[in-house]
């Protein structure tokens, strides 16, 4: 479940007192694992895969609350709330709401005597320097040119001519300290709730998308790492072909990396990237890893996925290398999709355990059957469980969807009548052999596919769902905790 999701009053889930409070829950009920998407900044369609920057965090998540208790914020200040509804985000209506009170404590902050507060930002904007420069400085020039991507800003600016950069950072100084601010705050408040989960016996598990967002500082500032013209477009851009998703492939758009360009740097970027995350998240999951192997490269114009080719990528000498800087990682391989042998070999040489989605087992287009790897009968040791993920429909929803072979076969292979379908899942990947065994929320509760995270392919909409406080009752909190108790997933990790 990610913060987005969880419960309060502000449109949105956030990571102050609700959170810590669903760290209480995990504990209480003997979870030891949380998983969440990618933390970073989202921008168009609000997908926490498509971020401003791969080290920034989402401002959206910043507790107001905690805002008050740093006396940044008054209680008054959050009285005229907008009329948020229960169990969804409405972004539309949140993002100007919130923007304006994180304004208002910056701008309270600005004038703070609280000396101890400033000399910790201070502290905090020096340590992270790297990168946060050039994201408070991208921030900026999109307000200014109202929002658009950076291609399009002037020749200067967009190719980052010093002199430019340097009257940019003099003519918006407020609104990159404002930026600045924001994610000081973030960073505060994230540090404060994985200290929290830590004492509580909880690991997060955090997510690092393969690929970037072509509109994000990461390429503005580091455009020698991508394939992108001389007006920094991409020439050929991310996706996956035609397949269970989609019968035209998804083309996300990301440009793709200039692999040659990263192996003569010693990925410098990536082992940054990479240590950024492990500062927030205990586990790491790498979606997409099969790019690593190879991945599909389209058109930069293209208008689907359909027709692009696979290029090689140096999987092994990526991981090597990462694997000598920063030792044994704990990662988890997202190897879904078109697994050819070269990707399993790459996972099973650096030790890294796969996906296995429960769901998948049953489904003809996976080629359901006895023998399919996705069956709880078939896992080794060494894999991480899910009954499905954010891109999936939910147990529930699958079961009201699919046909009647897929539905029969769940039936037989568990020995149940669908009365419980999400809990039958559950309890076969929890009763596994599989390390780790994981749930979307939504399955816990049982909710079928008005409560979808995410449609692969639908470009607005997704990402909205939220749990009602109510949600969280004795039942299933005796229901979840049992259920560790008997399986022995209280102890793990």
Known sequence: MHPTSLPGPFGIGDIGLGAHAWVDFLAETGCRLWQVLPLGPTGYGDSPYQCFSSFAGNPYLISLDGLVDDGLLLQSDLADLPDFQ??????????????????????????????????????????????????????????????????????????????????????????VNRHAFRQFIFSRQWDALHKYARKRHIQIIGDIPIFVAHDSADVWAHPELFFLDAKGRPTVVAGVP??????????????????????????????ERIRAVLRQVDIVRIDHFRGFCAYWEVRGRARTARYGRWVSAPGVDFFRTIQSSLGELPIIAEDLGVITPDVDELRETFNLPGMKVLLFGFGVDFGGGPDGPFLPHNYPVHCVAYTGTHDNDTVRGWYERVGEQEADFYRRYLARDGHDVSWDLIRAIWSSVAVFALAPMQDLLSLGNQARMNYPGNPSGNWTWRLREEALDVMLRRRLREMNFLYYRQNSP
């Not at 930002?121 to 408070?136: K, M, P, S, V, Y």
């Open 242 to 271: 035609p397949d269970y998703y989609s019968a035209t492939g998804q083309l996300w758009g990301n440009p793709l990396y200039r692999w040659d360009v990263h192996q003569a740097s010693g990925y410098a970027w990536w082992l």
């Open 86 to 175: 229960p169990g969804k985000v409405d972004y539309g209506l949140l993002i100007p709401w919130k923007l304006g009170l994180l304004d208002l404590a910056f701008q309270r902050f600005t004038h703070t005597k609280r000396r101890r507060l400033r000399q910790e930002f201070n502290t905090w904007r020096q340590d992270q320097h790297g990168w946060l420069e050039d994201f408070a400085l991208f921030m900026a020039l999109k307000e200014a040119h109202q929002g658009a991507s950076w291609t399009s800003w002037k020749a200067p600016l967009r190719d980052r001519q010093p002199e430019a950069l340097a009257d940019a950072r003099s003519q918006h100084a407020e609104a």
